[in-house]
């Protein structure tokens, strides 16, 4: 085997969490990201661990059709990067990066390519393929970003990915600083001025035959608010933990902390948007974008973690809290 090193990373991961440490939101908008430090910065970093030389970086995300975007351009032709696509499914969801991903550690495991592997990556999915890289070989390091109050010490890490590794590393927070960079502060003006554009009555010469566009703008009637049920303590006799049902189960704090991330995600997409996103987004109202509704769940999980941010009762009040904000703005 080859006495080299290969980093295999997720990109999605990793900007997410760049992002968020930067701008305080996963909101692709709302930050900048300087590809080639974050890419030199990081072979510098395996390569002061090991004393190794690097085969290749991996670098995987998604796009619509699985196409290159000018962003993955630029990124393909930083030198020794490889850049591997998977597809944006109808709803938002990506499809096929952990495939790309698993096949190409396994890969070059099997070849003997190099004998480290460095995975920037926090997916569950991918410990088989760490087993199997292991199995022909290779180490496997998990490289991440330190978060102190985590048990694993690194943030959103799947605790059996971590338990598979052989070892896990950090990204000096040095190079994230310099490599993720927030575009600007809230701009209250184009916020309020996008949003009064938005909502203002156009002009549309006679006779006027509605469009679908044109009704669904049309405010939706409102939906009385249902009143939660009381709460009530529950133990199982079936070895399963004792726990609440209702709204005892979560904290006050955590469904504040999940209306100020609502907020705040409103507050960042409405800063960097145009009027005619915001005229979509309120036609389709109360549904929401899987960009925006991805970007919700990911900031709340960087906050109150993934198990949390997984109840509904949580999911609710963030999108509530979300549209909350547009009504205040519009």
């Not at 890969?107 to 393929?129: K, P, T």
């Not at 997984?310 to 205040?328: H, N, P, S, V």
Request: aromatic share 6%.
């Amino acid at each position: 085997m080859m006495n080299q090193t290969a980093i295999f990373i997720d990109a999605g991961f990793l900007l997410s969490l760049g992002g968020h440490r930067a701008a305080g939101t996963t909101l692709r908008s709302a930050f900048t990201t300087h590809y080639e430090a974050l890419v030199r910065g990081i072979v510098q970093t395996v390569k002061k661990n090991t004393g190794l030389n690097n085969l290749r970086v991996y670098w995987y995300d998604a796009s619509k059709d699985g196409l290159f975007t000018e962003q993955h351009k630029r990124i393909g032709l930083i030198p020794g990067v490889k850049v591997r696509l998977g597809r944006i499914s109808y709803n938002g969801e990506q499809k096929g990066v952990d495939l790309r991903l698993a096949l190409d550690l396994v890969g070059v495991a099997r070849n003997c390519s190099a004998s480290i592997a460095y995975l920037v990556s926090g997916d569950d999915d991918l410990a088989e393929a760490v087993e199997e890289a292991q199995d022909l070989g290779m180490k496997v390091v998990l490289l991440g970003i330190a978060k102190s109050d985590s048990r694993l010490g690194v943030a959103s890490v799947a605790e059996h990915l971590a338990l598979t590794a052989d070892y896990i590393e950090t990204i000096p927070s040095q190079l994230l600083d310099s490599a993720f960079t927030k575009v600007l502060e809230w701009d209250k003006h184009h916020s309020e001025k996008t949003s009064e554009i938005a909502g203002a009555p156009t002009a549309v010469p006679k006779p006027v035959v509605p469009s679908p566009a044109m009704l669904a703008q049309k405010p939706l009637p409102k939906v009385p608010v249902q009143p939660e049920p009381n709460v009530e303590m529950v133990y199982s006799s079936g070895g399963e933990r004792p726990g609440y049902k209702g709204n005892a189960a979560y904290e006050q704090k955590e469904l504040k902390v999940a209306e100020e991330i609502g907020a705040k995600v409103a507050e960042s997409w409405l800063a960097f948007t145009t009027q005619q996103e915001v005229v979509e987004l309120m036609a389709d109202k109360p549904q929401l974008p899987p960009e925006i509704d991805r970007t919700l769940l990911k900031d709340c999980a960087q906050v109150l973690g993934e198990w949390k941010t997984d109840q509904q009762i949580i999911r609710r009040t963030l999108r509530g809290a979300f549209w909350e904000y547009l009504a205040k703005i519009m």
